[in-house]
Nanobody, 123 residues
């Protein structure tokens, strides 16, 4: 079963930073495009960032552009989301998958949603 494990969430003050990690459950990520999603209170789950299989291209939702950075380390089978200048509206649960609707190149790998990692932003 394909599974991703998210970690790195926590509670920060507005303006602070967090780095999230997404690890694969024992398989290589090399050929897959990867996405970070989030579900904020009262909203549907949305893709906020993606990275191509080669890591040469990334795409971001307008709401996080310029503040979030997605990266990958295929040797470690891990994808990261660096989140800077966090706002209250960034609070929610963050997930990763190898499929989504932002235009990144790579193979799609269907999977279930993981448990996610919770991000809280306080004043």
């Amino acid at each position: 079963q394909v599974l991703f494990v998210e970690s790195g969430g926590g509670s920060v003050h507005a303006g602070g930073s967090l780095r999230l990690s997404c690890a694969s459950s024992g398989f290589k990520l090399n050929h897959y495009k990867m996405y970070w999603f989030r579900q904020t209170p009262g909203n549907e789950r949305e893709a906020v960032a993606c990275i191509s299989d080669s890591a040469l291209s990334t795409h971001y939702a307008d709401s996080v552009k310029g503040r979030f950075t997605i990266s990958r380390d295929d040797a470690k089978g891990t994808v990261y989301l660096q989140m800077d200048s966090l706002k209250h509206e960034d609070a929610g649960v963050y997930y990763c998958k190898a499929e989504g609707d932002l235009p990144c190149h790579g193979v799609v790998l269907a999977s279930s949603w993981g448990q996610g990692t919770q991000v809280s932003v306080s004043s």
